[in-house]
T-cell receptor, first 114, second 112 residues
Framework: ETGVTQTPRHLVMGMTNKKSLKCEQH?????MYWYKQSAKKPLELMFV???????ENNSVPSRFSPECPNSSHLFLHLHTLQPEDSALYLC?????????????FGPGTRLTVT | GEDVEQSLFLSVREGDSSVINCTYT??????LYWYKQEPGAGLQLLTY?????DMKQDQRLTVLLNKKDKHLSLRIADTQTGDSAIYFC????????????FGTGTQLKVEL
């Protein structure tokens, strides 16, 4: 148990659906991250939030919309996705954004877009 | 640019040593990490090394860093079936915030 939980663990959605991924960290950290993990590709950093403020947005299409209502919760809102968006979406947290503290990962949400 | 490369697959016999290699291109790395991902799970930090170190040992794990060649390796002594997983190396660059750049991962299979 890493202290970072993600729901749902699996999600199948059509291209016209709207869904949200949820991440919660119980570690008292100030920074939270969304990563995309596709087969045979490196993990791609999507977004970073530090103290509820977005500090990194790595050219992610607007069909992915993050939300960080407080330092413990992070959401990824999905709408009109494409089949190539099917992947494992990992959430992580760390004590701070500045510095190189350990990132703690959740188990991920396996997303399939049909 | 940022590019971290790993071989995709490694197979070893139980009890042997495993060596997983990683090369990176950006010389401004400050920290280099090894993460482990078991099936259906997120990434777990195994160990890390600061860029001014050459070696770090932690129980069965030994990390070697060759900055001249931009080469990082992870040696697992006495490899067990529970070590079967995907291993990712990652780097953080100077002034880049806590932003990890990952390799593609090496699938380690431990056979009896």
């Amino acid at each position: 148990e890493t202290g970072v939980t993600q729901t749902p663990r699996h999600l199948v959605m059509g291209m016209t659906n709207k869904k949200s991924l949820k991440c919660e960290q119980h570690l008292g950290h100030n920074a939270m991250y969304w990563y995309k993990q596709s087969a045979k590709k490196p993990l791609e950093l999507m977004f970073v939030y530090s103290l509820e403020e977005r500090v990194e947005n790595n050219s992610v299409p607007s069909r992915f919309s993050p939300e960080c209502p407080n330092s413990s919760h992070l959401f990824l809102h999905l709408h009109t996705l494409q089949p190539e968006d099917s992947a494992l979406y990992l959430c992580a947290s760390s004590q701070d954004w500045r510095g190189a503290g350990e990132q703690y990962f959740g188990p991920g949400t396996r997303l399939t877009v049909t | 640019g940022e590019d971290v490369e790993q071989s995709l697959f490694l197979s070893v016999r139980e009890g042997d040593s495993s060596v997983i290699n990683c090369t990176y291109t950006d010389s401004s790395s400050t920290y280099l990490y090894w993460y482990k991902q078991e099936p259906g799970a997120g990434l777990q930090l195994l160990t890390y090394i600061f860029s001014n170190m050459d070696m770090k040992q932690d129980q069965r794990l030994t990390v070697l860093l060759n900055k001249k060649d931009k080469h990082l390796s992870l040696r697992i002594a006495d490899t067990q079936t529970g070590d079967s997983a995907i291993y990712f190396c990652a780097e953080i660059l100077t002034g880049g915030g806590n932003k990890l750049t990952f390799g593609t991962g090496t699938q380690l299979k431990v056979e009896l």
